[in-house]
């Protein structure tokens, strides 16, 4: 671990440009990589960067404010920012150079509304509900939609750049609903082209989708999650080219010896079997270490895996290593690619009963983050 720190997030920039290269050249088209979330928490602005010098042509990103910061940090590089509530500053938006997806008839007014009021000509992509039912328009509302935005590129306000939709079940390759999603997007690209969108690229693969399924790749995929070198179908991103770039890791804040039978931590919900040594590893729930991980997640400290003793605290968990001879500065790994015996977030996402998304998202708090590797550094 570095110099003094408690804890740290270790992120490797040059495993996110690795990653990207090798979705880039599975797919031989452009890619959009998904830098939301902070980065999906490996840091928005160096994640990006990482990406783009790992070959992305495009980042994605939820809302404004993350597109906003890119161009604040100065990444020039296509941008689409897809999750916009009324009164958005499209404005702001259009002045960045930032695209924006559009869901609904009122939000395309505003987007024109903004055209007009900056002088720019607005790039938006049209989200098609294709069953996912969270963004885009209905089937019912996807001629009025498509009907406007055509009467709006037509009036010079916008271009249509893209027609887009997401997946419910990419992570289960044969689901039925893909196919059917598939069915419905060609449908809805059909009928934007019959309204004379004819310019606009086709996208709607994101992680899962982009290893596992070629029949939705068309003018470029979205993926995120494997970005960050993380399985999207819940395997060994090894089999993919895949790399985790995270490695979430603590010094031991205390050790001691105790006798069999001590109850540990809030509402002794462990109990050694046997005398013992209790190591003190100070992060906990509000660094985002899930409280769920208390008698389940595994955890790297003296070269062997240990389940949590307890419940995390909120500053704060507990090992039982036994009788390994461990110290206070010990490094402990809660998670990171595996190739040094550590557990993986995806060990984690089996233990804790969730996903490696919202493990590498949430993680935080007052873990130091460090970067390593150079891909994107500037
Ligand atoms: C619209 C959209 N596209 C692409 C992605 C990337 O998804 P994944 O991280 O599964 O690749 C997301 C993430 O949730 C998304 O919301």
């Known amino acids: 671990m570095n110099g003094g720190a408690r804890a740290e997030v270790v992120v490797d920039l040059d495993a996110i440009a690795a990653n990207t290269a090798a979705l880039r050249e599975r797919v031989g088209r452009p890619l959009m990589a998904v830098v939301k979330a902070d980065g999906y928490g490996h840091g928005l602005v160096p994640a ?23 161009r604040a940090a100065g990444v020039p590089a296509p941008l689409l920012a897809w999750l916009h509530t009324p009164g958005t500053d499209y404005a702001a938006a259009l002045t960045a150079d930032v695209e924006v997806s559009v869901n609904a008839e009122w939000a395309l007014a505003e987007v024109v509304a903004a055209a007009r009021a900056t002088g720019r000509t607005a790039a938006v992509h049209l989200f098609a509900d294709t069953g996912l039912s969270r963004e885009g328009a209905t089937e019912a509302e996807w001629p ?13 306000d916008v271009a249509v750049v893209g027609l887009w939709s997401h997946m419910a079940y990419a992570d289960a390759p044969t689901h039925p609903t893909i196919g059917a999603q598939v069915r419905a997007f ?51 991103p090894a089999a993919h080219g895949l790399r985790p770039a995270m490695t979430v890791r603590a010094r031991a804040a205390l050790t001691k010896r105790v006798p069999a039978g001590v109850g540990v931590s809030y509402g002794h919900t462990y109990f050694p079997e046997r005398e013992t040594t209790l190591l003190l590893v100070p992060v906990g729930y509000a660094d985002g270490v899930p409280r769920a991980a208390g008698n389940r997640a595994p955890v790297l400290a003296a070269g062997v895996h240990r389940t949590i003793a307890g419940r995390v605290c909120m500053d704060q968990f507990v090992l039982d290593v036994g009788d390994a001879e461990v110290h206070a500065g010990d490094e402990v790994v809660l998670w990171g690619p595996g190739d040094g015996g550590e557990p993986t977030a995806q060990d984690w996402a089996d233990a804790v009963d969730t996903i490696h998304y919202e493990l590498v998202t949430r993680i935080g708090g007052r873990f130091t983050r460090r970067y390593v590797g150079s891909a994107g550094a500037v």
């Open 144 to 156: 009025g939609l498509v009907a406007a935005a055509a009467r709006a590129q037509a009036d010079g």
């Open 186 to 236: 060609e449908e809805a690209v059909a009928l934007a082209r019959a309204a004379g969108l004819r310019e606009a690229r086709l996208h709607l693969a994101n992680s899962a989708a982009t290893v596992a399924l070629p029949d939705t790749w068309y003018d470029m995929v979205r993926p995120g999650i494997a970005v960050y070198g993380l399985d999207p179908l819940g395997g060994d």
């Open 48 to 70: 990006a960067r990482a990406a783009l010098a790992g070959g992305a042509d495009a980042l994605g990103v939820a809302v404004l404010e993350e597109a906003l910061a890119l």
